[in-house]
């Protein structure tokens, strides 16, 4: 006999899982109170980075059930998600998300649903990364300066040329200056690539 288990999570402490519990019980899923897994993390911490969930996916055997009440519950990230049914599938745990229906993520309709969702996600992701770079470019070509300031004025990045020069170490401009040695070290291929 296949047991039901239901995963709910809440990014933050101020929020109840209350009504996913309600939601689950509503649609029929008969879960016992010990089989309830609710968790407060972010979603977009991967699914088996998540302590409770984690704890959960090492309890779950073949023929087991697990009902969340939307996809976002898994996790933000459409790969991530993806694989963590399939790990979930390859164990002989069915997955059944009541936002869509209900379906078992595992069976074949879930499967192509799965596989929707996932490149719509790789779809948006890529259109936010054009969006990005063409924004970079628009921005370079007026003239903006990129990344954060630096932490070395232009003149103290000349100085610090110059004492290199002169024989003094890294540590000890670096020492002088309050910065790191891989600073002095950028501060000085800037002001020589100029």
């Known amino acids: ?111 192509m649903t799965m596989g929707v969702i996932a490149a719509v996600a790789e779809f948006e992701r890529d259109l936010l990364i054009e969006r990005t770079q063409s924004g970079l470019k628009r921005a370079k070509e007026q003239g903006k300066v990129l990344g954060r300031p630096s932490k070395l004025t232009a003149s103290q990045q000349a100085d610090i040329v110059a004492k290199r020069a002169e024989g003094m170490t890294l540590g000890a401009l670096a020492k002088t200056y309050g910065v790191d040695r891989s600073m002095i070290q950028r501060a000085t291929r800037r002001v020589l690539s100029r």
């Open 1 to 111: 006999m296949s047991r039901v288990f239901a995963y709910c999570r809440v990014s933050t402490a101020d929020q109840t899982t209350d009504n996913q519990v309600q939601e689950i019980s509503g649609a029929g899923f008969a879960v016992e109170t010990h089989r309830i897994i609710c968790e407060t993390v972010s979603g977009s911490v991967a699914a088996m980075e998540r302590t409770a969930f984690s704890k959960l996916a090492d309890r779950l055997e073949k023929g087991d059930v697990l009902v969340v009440t939307k996809l976002d519950r898994l996790g933000r990230n459409a790969m991530d998600v993806r694989a963590t049914v399939e790990r979930l599938a390859a164990s002989g745990v069915r997955v059944h998300c009541l936002a869509l229906g209900g379906v078992d993520l595992c069976s074949p309709a879930g499967k």
